[in-house]
């Protein structure tokens, strides 16, 4: 298995323009943005607004910057804000990736670090937000069907709640 990549926004950002056409050909021009204090609640000013909250799992690799340990997870926890203003033709989506601290040094289990992901992982995590997106802002009837994420099961190390970012928020993917 290779090594881990490091957290790489501009990955994210570039693989949903590619897919923005094919997936949300609807006219109206859509954003990928970052907040890494986002959490999976939406207020009901929020909802009037008409944002939408989403989470997925995916596979992701971390890399300590403390102590150089890597480890891959099955069990990244992404939160995905969105919405489209219809007046305005304009959608954003605002995504949060959660961190995990490391299984060797994490005496400081407050640092919590990004994963990093391949396209393959990137691209379909975005095919079912964008399925999600079309579902909750067009109205498109969905088949059913989902994309996976991770279409190969991998054996990671038991998920250990107390490194978990999103668990410690009580927002992890496992939970589902």
């Known amino acids: 298995m290779?090594?881990?990549?490091d957290w790489n926004?501009?990955?994210w950002k570039d693989c949903f323009e590619e897919l923005l056409d094919q997936e949300l050909d609807h006219g109206d021009?859509?954003?990928l943005g970052f907040n890494y204090r986002q959490t999976d609640e939406v207020s009901m000013e929020d909802r009037k607004r008409g944002w939408k909250v989403g989470k997925q799992c995916a596979y992701g690799g971390f890399r300590c910057g403390r102590c150089s340990n890597?480890?891959?997870s099955a069990k990244v926890t992404l939160v995905f804000r969105y919405r489209l203003?219809?007046?305005a033709e304009k959608g954003t989506v605002i995504m949060r990736p959660f961190g995990q601290s490391c299984r060797s040094c994490h005496?400081?289990?407050?640092?919590?670090?990004?994963?990093?992901?391949?396209d393959d992982v990137v691209d379909r995590t975005l095919l079912q937000l964008?399925?999600?997106i079309?579902?909750?802002?067009?109205?498109?009837?969905?088949?059913?069907?989902?994309v996976p994420v991770c279409d190969i099961v991998r054996k990671t190390k038991p998920h250990k709640k107390e490194l978990c970012e999103a668990c410690q928020q009580g927002i992890c993917c496992l939970e589902e």
């Open 2 to 5: 290779s090594r881990p990549t």
């Open 107 to 118: 005496d400081d289990q407050d640092v919590f670090y990004m994963a990093g992901f391949s």
């Open 130 to 132: 964008f399925k999600k």
């Open 29 to 31: 021009e859509w954003t």
């Open 9 to 11: 926004p501009s990955l």
């Open 70 to 72: 890597t480890w891959w």
């Open 85 to 87: 203003r219809k007046t």
């Open 134 to 146: 079309r579902k909750n802002c067009y109205g498109e009837e969905q088949d059913g069907s989902d």
